[in-house]
């Protein structure tokens, strides 16, 4: 039996097949047609150890929309929550299932569940990456300004999960990347590692906005960071993304944003619906790009 092919990582795909996937995406949101159903009989799981809006729509609606169907498993209802070994789940839900969605906190949780399991799995987000993410938010880009490759994306906040996605996407369709993070919110020195000079730290989002492209930005505490709230509060209070910051991009740049996004913090109100915001079409891009990606994987 062939390995499955899994998507942990963007760096999962070379800069071609990710490109490839962005058109892909493109393409099925123009050309609806129902009697398209490649996945027809095929099944998604869906593991959430964390919430979801996006997310699990998306995956559910998708899978349905190609002619498949998605199971949603939460382990407060499954066998993983009182402690199943995670190599014996991969083994027994990949031998019933086509592919594995998995949310989680540990990001060594989907990279064990993926060398135990038959079929492809899918990081639906980390601790560490959130590489579905970075899916919509490329397509978003290319459908409404073209190829991304040369242009400069500043990410303000927090050196997160999606910041991290945001350095591989750098790598992989070379675009520069501003990172402006107070000093002790870094992206981990592990993904930095990849950076080359295509990414710079800044502590000054006004000045790592200058000649931006795109501007993005993300929630000071992440799930699984709510006790830390206030203490990032205090941390991130200059790390918001205002008409100031917007001010220093390009004329025309756009803002993104994964949500769900607070108002008031990260990102101010008349950014967040402000004319620039691209944030619900990017949203609405997570159905395209993951209905590409299951076809990828799961007809390969
Ligand atoms: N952006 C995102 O992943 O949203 P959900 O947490 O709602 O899935
Ligand atoms: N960084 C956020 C992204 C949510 C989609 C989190 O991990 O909670």
Not at 14 to 29: T, V
Not at 246 to 264: D, Q, S, T, V, Y
Request: glycine fraction near 6%; charge should be negative.
């Amino acid at each position: 039996m062939m390995p499955a092919r899994h998507f942990i990582s963007l760096l999962d795909l070379s800069g071609d097949e990710f490109r490839n996937l962005i058109a892909r995406a493109i393409y099925l949101k123009n050309n609806r047609d129902p009697d398209f159903q490649p996945l027809k009989g095929k099944v998604l799981a869906m593991i959430f150890e964390k919430s979801s809006t996006r997310t699990r729509v998306s995956f559910e609606a998708g899978m349905a929309q190609l002619g498949g169907s998605a199971l949603f498993l939460s382990p407060r209802d499954t066998q993983l929550g009182r402690g199943e070994p995670l190599s014996d789940s991969a083994k027994v839900i990949s031998s019933m299932v086509d592919c594995i969605m998995i949310r989680t906190y540990d990001h060594a949780t989907v990279e064990i569940f993926a060398r135990h399991s038959h079929v492809p799995v899918i990081n639906a987000l980390t601790d560490l990456l959130h590489p579905c993410q970075l899916l919509a938010d490329m397509q978003t880009y290319f459908e409404l300004k073209g190829n991304i490759a040369g242009k400069t994306v500043c990410w303000i906040g927090d050196g997160n999960n999606m910041c991290h996605s945001y350095i591989h996407a750098a790598y992989l369709l070379g675009f520069k990347l501003h990172i402006a993070t107070p000093n002790d919110y870094q992206p981990d020195n592990s993904i930095l590692e990849l950076a080359d000079e295509r990414v710079q730290l800044f502590s000054n989002p006004e000045q790592a906005a200058v000649g931006a492209d795109l501007i993005v930005t993300d929630v000071w505490a992440s799930m699984g960071q709510e006790e830390e709230q206030k203490q990032r509060e205090k941390a991130f209070k200059t790390y918001q993304v205002n008409d100031l910051v917007m001010a220093k991009a390009n004329e025309n740049a756009i803002f993104m944003h994964c949500l769900p996004a607070h108002r008031g913090e990260e990102v101010t109100a008349t950014v967040m619906d402000g004319e620039q915001s691209v944030v619900f079409i990017e949203a609405e891009n997570r159905l395209h790009a993951q209905k590409a990606l299951l076809e990828f994987l799961i007809c390969a």
